[in-house]
């Protein structure tokens, strides 16, 4: 085997680039939204929904994304550039980059909330209190000025210092050792829950589809959802992508990241929902669900201590994995259009990120009265990365590659490290040409309310 150099950084295997994207699709999408969502929606029928969501859409992009960043080997706005120069294009990727920056500032925040967690959860915290008072601390906890922050931003700092050791030693080694660590707990966790009396409520809740429950609310949170979860739209897999080596056949680790995100939401939704319903409590709480409505199932559980101390230490890693692939696109960019060394674009990017945070978390209390729009901070950013951004890069990158890079470049990356057939190559044209962007197109106009359905 012959051994190239390459200046820029690479992954150094097959099962790190799987662990590495992976890490950046699991994340809170997974296990704090996904039930939550699935929950409101009305369960099974929503699932099938966003299975087919992602098999249709998500892949297909995710695919683009990986694409966009092997061929041109740059940040996202420098892959544009590269890959259409002159265009206006790049500025897709700068929004792409964009978004990332603001997710995180919020993203680090609940990942602070879920380090709280671990640490009332070892205090036995949750014994004895009834769900008014479990909801009222958690109200008090999130509001209050400074306990957040003594979690978020270590969390900032801790994303920062794995980036500091680079793509091989940073990002993809840590990837390696979290990831199975996390399938383990979910394991564990999905045990727990399936073996309580009356959990099988949970189980048919989830799996069993009852399409009268199904609205068109629904059907385009399902979408939105897909792409949240499998990290699109933000130029997150064009950045991992520049790091993947050409023996690496992307087809197969499109598949291989969708399924790992998809498999770890199902085991997440079978951790909570058998166990929310075997102690007869509303899955449909929203937000609430991981931070209140587990932990009064947790109070009632034999064995809750533990099991509460590992969830929450399964939404942390979760959240640190994706918080490091979105520090990660920030930082690239930083060193390679600002031309500035590594660990200085870290410490920028990490400094302004944790400053957004700060305000996200204030403005959950003391800074509640500021709002853009009727939200305060912390749901402005949100509502702007996940409801505008995201889909709006997420378009543009499905038309990117299937009018202006076209099927001759798309079949040369595809065949890349193994074979990819002719008719599945015309169908992934096709979704990018018409199918994605008119999907998509949808969910921005609901999310931005201009339609309604
Ligand atoms: N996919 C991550 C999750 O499910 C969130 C994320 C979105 C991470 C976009 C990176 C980019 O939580």
């Keep these: 085997m012959t051994h190239r150099r390459h200046k820029r950084a690479q992954f150094s295997s097959k099962f790190g680039v799987i662990a590495a994207a992976a890490g950046s699709a699991v994340g809170l999408g997974n296990i704090w939204k996904f039930p939550y969502i699935t929950g409101q929606y009305g369960g099974g029928a929503f699932l099938v929904v966003y299975l087919i969501f992602i098999l249709l859409i998500g892949m297909p992009i995710m695919l683009s994304e990986l694409m966009v960043g092997r061929r041109a080997r740059k940040n996202p706005f420098g892959a544009f550039q590269k890959l259409a120069p002159g265009s206006a294009w790049k500025y897709v990727g700068l929004l792409g980059i964009m978004a990332a920056l603001l997710t995180l500032s919020f993203y680090g925040v609940i990942a602070g909330w ?46 920062g210092a794995i980036l500091i050791s680079g793509i091989k030693n940073g990002i993809e080694k840590s990837a390696k050792i979290m990831m199975p660590l996390l399938v383990l707990i979910i394991i564990l966790l999905d045990i727990r829950a399936l073996t309580l009396p009356g959990s099988s409520a949970g189980l048919e809740f989830l799996f069993k589809p009852d399409f009268s429950k199904l609205t068109g609310d629904g059907v385009l949170a399902a979408l939105g959802h897909a792409f949240f979860s499998l990290s699109l739209g933000f130029g997150i897999l064009i950045t991992y992508g520049s790091y993947i080596s050409n023996e690496n056949n992307l087809g197969r ?37 991981v931070f209140i409505t587990l932990p009064n199932v947790f109070a009632q559980m034999p064995g809750g201590v533990i099991f509460a101390i590992l969830f929450f230490i399964l939404l942390t890693l ?39 945070g700060v305000i996200c978390s204030l403005s959950m209390g003391s800074f509640k009265e500021y709002t853009v729009g009727g939200l305060n901070f912390f749901d402005a950013l949100d509502w702007l990365a996940s409801n505008a951004l995201l889909p709006i ?3 543009f ?19 890349k490290g193994g074979h990819f057939p002719h008719w599945l190559l015309r169908a992934f044209i096709f979704i990018c040409r018409y199918i994605a962007p008119v999907a998509i197109l949808f969910v921005f106009l609901n999310g931005v309310g201009l339609l309604k359905f």
């Design 393 to 395: 890069g997420g378009m």
């Design 318 to 356: 979760a959240a640190l994995t994706s918080s490091v692939s979105l520090l990660e696109v920030v930082v690239v960019y930083f060193s390679e259009e600002l031309k500035i060394k590594r660990r200085t674009a870290v410490f920028l990017a990490t400094t302004i990120i944790s400053l957004l």
């Design 253 to 289: 680790t499109t598949m291989q990241v969708s399924f790992a995100d998809t498999a770890i939401a199902l085991l997440a939704g079978v951790a909570i929902l058998p166990a929310v319903f075997a102690f007869g409590i509303d899955p449909g709480q929203g937000p609430g669900l």
């Design 114 to 159: 879920s380090m709280e967690y671990i640490i009332l959860s070892a205090k036995n915290a949750f014994n004895g209190q009834s769900p008014k008072q479990l909801q009222d601390a958690f109200e008090q906890f999130i509001s209050s000025p400074i306990e957040p922050l003594l979690y978020q931003i270590p969390f900032m700092i801790f994303t």
């Design 397 to 415: 990158i499905s038309l990117f590659v299937g009018w202006k890079l076209g099927a001759d470049i798309a079949s040369n990356e595809l065949r």
